[in-house]
Each structure stands twice: as C-alpha cells, then as structure tokens.
C-alpha cells in the first residue's frame, strides 16, 4: 500500500524555482496536489516564488503530517500550511507518532483521510 500511495502521480517533486508555475498550472486546471517532502524542499528553496502561489492556492488541498517526522518538521507544514486560504477546502491532518513514513495505525488514518478527501472532490 505504502508504493500505491507514493505512485498516485500526483506528487509533484520541487523543482526550485519552476515550483511556482506548476502550482500556477494545477490551480489553473483545478487540478490535485499532495504536499509532501519533495514540495517542502522546493517551498524553502523557492520562498519567493512560492509564498505567493500559496496564498492564492485555489486547489483543494490535504496535507497529512507525522508529528515524529524528522524530515519534514512539523512546524515547518504548519507554516507553509498556514499560507494557504483559511477555507474548508484546505486541511491538514496531523497523527500523533507518526514519522515520515506511515505504517501501522498511521498507514491506516493516512489512507481513510485520504481516501475520504479525495472521495469529497469527485
């Protein structure tokens, strides 16, 4: 489950300073995006362009974070997160325990918030 969940085609991986016209481009096709480590590194390296994008991102959004990730930090989604519109159409799931990787309980409520999510946008 762990390889569907990253082969979906939907993770975009950062690309430095192109970063912001592919959100541009999914925003503008109404497209789906999953926020994950690549775009985290793209978001610290990219702040200019993508601060931005971020504010204006139209696109329904989940972001599911371990809160014993030392990867991504947790603060740090919370940050990019949080320059997001303020809408129920952007959310954020955090699960307790959880690292970088999900397994376990974790796998578990990572697939049914997702599942779930994606169902809503169908």
């Given amino acids: 489950m762990k390889k569907a ?3 979906t085609g939907l993770i975009f991986k ?8 592919h959100l541009k481009k999914i925003n503008a096709a109404n497209g789906a995006l ?4 690549a775009f ?3 978001i610290l390296k990219s702040e200019a362009f993508v601060k931005p994008a971020l504010q204006q991102f139209v696109v329904p959004t989940l972001i599911v974070q371990g809160l014993a990730d ?6 740090r989604t919370r940050e990019a997160f949080g320059l997001m ?5 952007h959310h954020l799931v955090e699960i307790p325990g959880a690292g970088h990787g999900f397994d376990g309980d974790a796998l578990t409520r990572c697939v049914t918030e997702s599942c779930s999510w994606i169902a809503r946008y169908i």
Wanted: no cysteine; proline share 7%; hydrophobic share 40%.
């Fill in 5 to 7: 969940l990253g082969n």
């Fill in 14 to 21: 950062a690309l430095s300073s192109k970063i912001s016209k």
């Fill in 34 to 37: 999953i926020v994950n480590a």
């Fill in 40 to 42: 985290y590194e793209g």
């Fill in 70 to 75: 030392r990867a991504v930090l947790p603060s």
């Fill in 85 to 89: 519109p303020a809408d129920e159409q």
